[in-house]
């Protein structure tokens, strides 16, 4: 379960996120929808502890960010767009691994959800390889093991499918899915109205910092027709 | 902060960095062979040439007739006396070392107790050259002692009469091999700071920018363990990485310095005491903590490896300043104000050890200060990993 209160977060005089409020229950993935510079991955960044906002909070999982923000990054796991971002020279297992052990895992714990990680993905031929020479697919799949290995009831993904082909997207898109099923919070940012529409089951808006619209998929169609990315483009467009 | 944390991260970096080719060939495999090289061509050069001249003297003498002071020199093993028509031409040439010229009432001269001028044609801009006149001249000077002590015998005086003073030498250093502990106090001060200070910066490079290059730097931050266990993992893998780099420069070190001996007047001490080389050891530790930690905050704050390469060579430029500024000046009676320099009191410490002195307040004063030098490092590095600026710079 996810609480955004009031959340801001300026640079100088840029007001990258503009007090925002939304929330995210457990099982559910919300569309963080937005253009490029919105402000989407300032607000996954604030969630993850990573950045201190300027003003507001947010509860995850029970825990405020500001207060509790270790007991925070026990309870989720980030996946962000871009370079899959693993150690080159770690086998597959390796990287995992590291993350387990820096989110206090036991060994035993840990050696058993990599070892049902690697056989759900599909990675058992390559786990004790170096990522190295890995397709940006076979990346793909460690940087999800990895995101997931300490088991987090919040998942965050931040453009997840951005530069990635139709197969590795596909992974990726089901390992969202697989998510939802394991009952997490989830939210997903996105640029294309399409995935979103697809993926999610509520659609936050957000433009210049600030949240334009909130509802749910089908609300959404019902109040502004089938055709969401020519609604998205006039939302934003405008203002 | 937490213990696990920090050893899982410094375990993870070890593995990371030692399965680098690049790192481990630039931080280990070059310290250790340079010096063997470097040295062993120089020794063997300087060696091969000594030999090849003494062994094989080649000479041309310019008389009318045989007389014994030719005979005599003819008789010596490593003389070769070779014919030239242009002495001055053959000697310029290197066809020959030297030419003498031997006039012709030589024989004479001595039987009637006069004496006689030798002419000995050399080029001085030759080492070989050099060589062989020295050597031909003690000849001579063997030759005309003999002389002398005919002419005394006859007159039945006691030869002891011409040298009144013997002089016995004797060096005056506490031990043996001064000359080369010497040498030792110039270089191995100016190689220890300089590797104490690029030893690090391979690693800090690619723990830093290079975490924010791949795309790992967020993800990390975000796991369980702090931004100061990831820091101060981060550290002491650049410690150890940077102490690895030292010691196999001094062991490449030495044996370059046992490979060309003879370059160095073949008194070079190869094994230091124990003690101390650990004393050495603690003071180019202590450096490299406190290049490391400088390095770090500074790679952590660049974009990209090659922005963080560019940021750090200015810092090799102000660490060889440092090391450089003391090479010439000699550890027997430096000043105690210069202990209080960043960086030259090292230098100075590791070459008083060196030579043998063990100055406590001198000691206690570079350490104290380097001490400092550390807490500010690390408490700049924290800073550094603490700000969002600099760790989101865009
Ligand atoms: N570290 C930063 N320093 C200064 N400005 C930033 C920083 N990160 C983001 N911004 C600015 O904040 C705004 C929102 O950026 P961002 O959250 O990255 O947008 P999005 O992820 O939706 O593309 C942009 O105007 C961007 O330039
Ligand atoms: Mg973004």
């Known amino acids: 379960m996810i609480q955004v209160k009031g959340l801001s977060k300026y640079f100088k005089n840029v007001k990258a ?65 871009g370079e899959a971002g693993l150690y080159d020279r770690l086998t597959a297992r390796e990287n995992i691994k590291y993350f387990a052990d820096l989110n206090n895992m036991g060994e035993k714990e840990s050696r058993e959800n990599i070892d ?32 997931i290995v300490h088991n987090p009831k919040v998942m965050l993904f931040d453009e997840p499918t951005l530069g990635l082909d139709v197969t590795s997207s596909k992974i990726v898109q089901d390992f969202i899915l697989s998510c939802k099923n394991e009952n997490k919070a989830i939210i997903f940012s996105s640029h294309s109205m399409q995935e ?27 109040k502004y027709g089938q055709d969401l990315e020519k609604i998205f483009v006039e939302l934003v467009g405008d203002k | 902060m937490n213990m696990k944390a920090i050893m899982t991260v410094f375990k993870k970096e070890l593995i990371d960095l030692l399965r680098d080719k690049k790192t481990v060939i630039v931080s280990i495999v070059i310290p250790l062979i340079i010096f063997p090289i470097m040295f062993g061509l120089m020794g063997r050069s300087v060696e091969g040439n000594i030999k090849k001249t003494s062994e094989n003297l080649k000479i041309s003498i310019k008389s009318k007739n045989e007389n014994q002071l030719i005979a005599f020199l003819k008789s010596q093993k490593n003389i070769t006396v070779v014919d030239s028509i242009d002495i001055k031409k053959d000697v310029q040439d290197g066809k020959i070392y030297l030419g003498l010229i031997i006039p012709d009432n030589i024989e004479e001269s001595i039987k009637n107790e006069k004496s006689a001028d030798i002419k000995i044609i050399y080029d001085d801009t030759s080492q070989n050259s050099n060589m062989a006149c020295n050597i031909i001249k003690s000849l001579i000077e063997e030759y005309s002692k003999e002389v002398v002590k005919t ?79 990831l820091l101060f993992g981060k550290l002491l893998s650049i410690t150890v990485m940077g102490l690895i780099g030292t ?25 230091f005491s124990p003690i101390t080389v650990i004393m050495i050891g603690i003071f180019v ?16 704050y660049a974009r990209s490896f090659k922005e963080a390469q560019t940021y750090l060579s200015p810092l090799t430029i102000i660490g060889m300043a440092g090391a450089y500024g003391t090479y010439m000046i000699d550890a027997k009676n430096a000043s105690t104000v210069l202990f209080n320099v960043p960086l030259a009191n090292v230098s100075l410490v590791i070459k008083e050890f060196i ?14 200060w380097n001490i400092v030098y550390i807490v500010l490092a690390v408490l700049f590095a924290r800073y550094m990993f603490s700000k969002e600026e600099v760790i989101f710079r865009v």
């Open chain 1, 17 to 81: 996120v503009d007090n925002i409020n939304f929330t995210v229950s457990e099982g559910e993935i919300v569309g963080l929808l937005g253009e490029n510079g919105a402000g989407k991955t300032t607000t996954l960044r604030m969630i993850a502890t990573m950045l201190k906002p300027t003003s507001g909070t947010a509860l995850i999982n029970g825990y405020d960010l500001l207060k509790e923000p270790h007991k925070v990054r026990s309870s989720i796991g980030i996946l962000f767009g």
């Open chain 1, 116 to 147: 049902r990680l690697i056989k759900m993905l599909d990675m058992e031929e390559y786990a004790d390889r170096r990522v190295g020479k890995f397709s940006r697919g076979m990346k793909q799949k460690v940087a999800i093991a990895r995101s």
């Open chain 1, 196 to 222: 979103v529409e697809k993926l999610c089951d509520r659609i936050v808006i957000i433009h210049k910092g600030k949240i334009i619209e909130d509802m749910k998929v089908s609300d959404f169609k019902a």
């Open chain 2, 151 to 229: 002419r005394l015998i006859s007159k039945g005086i006691d030869y002891s009469i011409l040298t009144p003073i013997n002089i016995k030498e004797e060096v005056a250093a506490k031990e043996k091999g001064g000359f080369g502990k010497y040498m030792m106090s110039l270089l191995l001060p100016l190689i220890l700071i300089i590797y104490g200070m690029t030893g690090p910066m391979a690693a800090a490079t690619d723990l830093g920018a290079g975490e924010k290059e791949r795309g790992t730097l967020e993800p990390l931050l975000t796991t369980q363990a702090g931004r100061m266990s």
């Open chain 2, 247 to 271: 010691i196999s420069s001094i062991i490449g070190l030495m044996i370059g310095v046992k490979a060309g001996a003879s370059a160095f007047g073949g008194d070079i001490p190869l094994i």
């Open chain 2, 285 to 300: 530790l202590l450096i490299i903590m406190v290049f490391g930690a400088l390095e770090l905050s500074i790679s952590i």
């Open chain 2, 355 to 368: 030579i043998g002195i063990y100055n406590p307040l001198h000691i206690g004063i570079t350490f104290g």
